[in-house]
C-alpha cells in the first residue's frame, strides 16, 4: 500500500523503542512526545497519504489526533503492530542509540555532532566544542541539503525525543550513519564534558 500510494510511513512508538526495529524509510513522531507540533512542523502536506505502526491498541487514538490538526488522509496502521512485521519475515532496520557518557568518549577523536535543539536552546547553553553544529529539527528538511550522507553524525537534542525524530528522517532520506544521543543535553550535562557559559534565555534577542 505504501509504495502504491506514496504514503509516508509514521512510526508512533516510544523513540528507544523505535530505534530497536524499524520498518525501511519510517520516520518516527512519539505519540507520547510533542506529537501534533511535530506532525505540523515537519509533515507540509495536510493531504499526504498516512499509514501508521503504533503500539498495539492505540491506532484510533493516533488517528484522532492527526485528524484534530487537520491530517485526515491515515489510509491504514499495521496490524498487530511491529510484531506482526518481524514474525512475516519482512525486512527490518534500527538506529544506533548511545549514551551521553559514550559521546564524551567519542568527541576525543573526530566525529560530528549535530545539536537538533531550537537556536534559542543551543545558544542558552551546549557542548563547548566545534565538533557540535547546530541544526534544529524545524529546519532539518531545509538543513538535509547541507549534509553529506557517507559522514556519520551523533546527533541529540534535548531530552531524546527530537533526536530520534531527526535521525530517522535522515535515516529515511539514505543518511545510513545516523547515531542517536539517549537522554539528550538532559544526559550530557551528567558528563564530564565542557559546556559552554550559562546565558539566560530571557538576554537573548
Known sequence: MANESGALLLDTRKPQTFKDAIIPNAINIGVDGGFAPWVGALIIDLKQPILLIVDEGRAEEVVTRLSR????????????????????????????????????????????????RKTSEYLTEHINDEKVVNYPLGSINEIISKLDKSTTYH???????????????????????????????????????KLTEYVCPSTLD
Open 69 to 116: 490538526v487537520g491530517y485526515d488522509n491515515t489510509i491504514g496502521f499495521l496490524s498487530g503492530g511491529m510484531k506482526s512485521w518481524i514474525d512475516a519475515g519482512n525486512e527490518v532496520d534500527s538506529i544506533e542509540s548511545i549514551s551521553a557518557d559514550e559521546l564524551e568518549k567519542r568527541l576525543a577523536g573526530d566525529i560530528n555532532v549535530l545539536d537538533s
Open 155 to 193: 546527533i541529540h537534542c534535548g531530552g531524546g525525543y527530537r533526536s530520534m525524530i531527526a535521525a530517522s528522517i535522515l535515516k529515511s532520506r539514505g543518511f545510513d550513519k545516523v547515531i542517536d544521543v539517549a537522554g539528550g543535553f538532559k544526559s550530557i550535562r551528567e558528563t564530564g564534558l
